[in-house]
């Protein structure tokens, strides 16, 4: 018979999760006085990773801690190892308490205002050493057994860095993807230290993002000025690894959102279908791109482009992959009100246009659907409130897009 819970998720997200985090908590000398699901990383029938926000009773005090989960098809992966196994069952899973992600080994580091002192001293960054007082540290991206990225705010001199927090596997290229860029021109974020255990400081972009200026009156960039920053970046990027578009792993995507929310499993195979069938006689792309180009990335001035963020993942491929990766994430902001929402469809009605004329239209809308569709397991992973409902939100951008061309 097939097991009905490959992949943990059900487990994952159910209360009989707690008898597992009881037991991770009791094996490290604490008592669990309460959790709550935090977030939710499922690759359907293969694995699922899961974080929960904990009240930990400790011999030394009650704090509030982070615990994560991670549970596989195949059993085990050799990098579970580094976590603490328990059973369920038949089921094994790997259980740490954050920060020690048994995939992200400076993380540890990054965490405490101690321990980047210590980096940033190391490293040389400023003049004269920083003390552990003068840095603080703000959390604003952990993917769970993936990469976190920390804010790192230092008090004298007065600076801002980011520090990336990489698996092993992945470091050396996005170092060199950044000096690549660097090298050319492109306004990438400057590095300040890489560390051994696969820390990457960054300085501080000039600017603010455009994700903040689409909201304001004036223009932030023009749509010409975007197209311009992305075909500015040097041939070399061709030549890199290739980075799948997100339409490759579009059925994919849908499989995941169908599973929150099997009511729309009709809909999201009938636009994997379209998708499928429209780009089919597209070939891969040799142009330089960026690879995840939308609002968050993009840093403006003035009326200008002065950075580009998170180029971890720029290779050949085709421009309408970040164009269209723009469009759906300007297309599925959420909680704005009406004002915002009104200037953001503006900006996307002016530019849209200006796209179209760079690339097929029909690839355009078709790519950008796919996008969407993925972005469309955020409010589940996230378990954000009325999770639900901005599902069915973003589901309907995509086939609107789908519709223009079909």
């Known amino acids: 018979m097939p097991n009905p819970d ?16 009881a037991a991770a908590v009791d094996h490290a000398g604490g008592q669990l006085a309460s959790w709550v699901l935090d977030h939710v990383d499922a690759n359907p029938n293969q694995s699922t990773t899961a974080t929960f926000s904990a009240v930990v009773d400790w011999p030394y005090g009650r704090r509030d801690e982070l615990l994560g989960v991670s549970a596989r098809a195949g059993g ?14 038949e089921r094994e899973v790997a259980v740490w308490l954050y920060p020690h992600d048994p995939d ?4 540890a580091r990054a965490a405490y205002p101690e321990q980047m002192a210590e980096v940033l001293n190391e490293a040389g960054v400023y003049a004269q050493a920083v003390t552990p007082e003068q840095v603080q540290l703000r959390m604003i991206g952990y993917r769970p057994r993936r990469r976190a990225v920390v804010r790192v705010t230092v008090s004298q001199p007065a600076d801002v860095l980011y520090c990336k927090v990489l698996r092993q596997r992945l470091f050396g290229d996005v170092k060199r993807r950044h000096e ?34 689409v909201f304001e009156a004036h223009e932030p ?14 041939r070399s990027v061709a030549a890199l690894e290739r980075r799948p ?27 994997v279908s379209q998708i499928n069938a429209g780009l089919a006689g597209f070939p891969p792309g040799n142009e330089p791109t960026h690879g995840d180009f939308h609002e968050g990335q993009v840093h403006v001035a003035d009326g200008r482009i002065v950075g580009i963020l998170d180029v971890d993942t720029v290779g050949p491929g085709r421009r309408a992959d970040d164009l269209a990766c723009l469009i759906a994430h300007l297309s599925t902001i959420q909680r704005m009100n009406p004002s915002q929402e009104a200037r953001v469809h503006q900006l996307i009605r002016r530019w849209v246009p200006v796209f179209d004329t760079r690339v097929d239209p029909t690839e355009l809308r078709l790519r950008a659907a796919a996008v969407i569709i993925s972005l469309g397991t955020g409010p589940f992973r996230g378990r954000e409130p009325d999770w639900e409902r901005e599902t069915v939100k973003i589901v309907s951008s995509a086939e609107a897009l789908v519709r223009q061309v079909t």
Request: glycine share 6%; net charge negative; aromatic share 4%.
């Open 6 to 21: 490959p992949d943990g998720s059900l487990l994952l997200t159910s209360a009989e999760v707690g008898d597992l985090l």
């Open 104 to 107: 992200l080994p400076g993380l």
């Open 180 to 213: 690549l860029l660097l090298e050319a021109g492109i306004p990438a974020p400057r590095i300040a230290a890489a560390t051994d255990d696969y820390l990457l400081v960054l300085r501080n972009l000039p600017g603010r993002t455009l994700a903040k200026a």
């Open 76 to 89: 085990p992966a050799l990098s579970d190892s580094l976590a603490e196994i328990f059973a369920d069952g």
């Open 245 to 271: 578009p997100w339409s490759d792993a579009v059925e994919h995507y849908a499989h995941m959102v169908a599973r929150a929310m099997p009511q729309l499993e009709p809909k999201l195979l009938w636009m």
């Open 221 to 234: 960039c023009t749509a010409e000025s975007l197209i311009q920053v992305l075909d500015a970046m040097p």
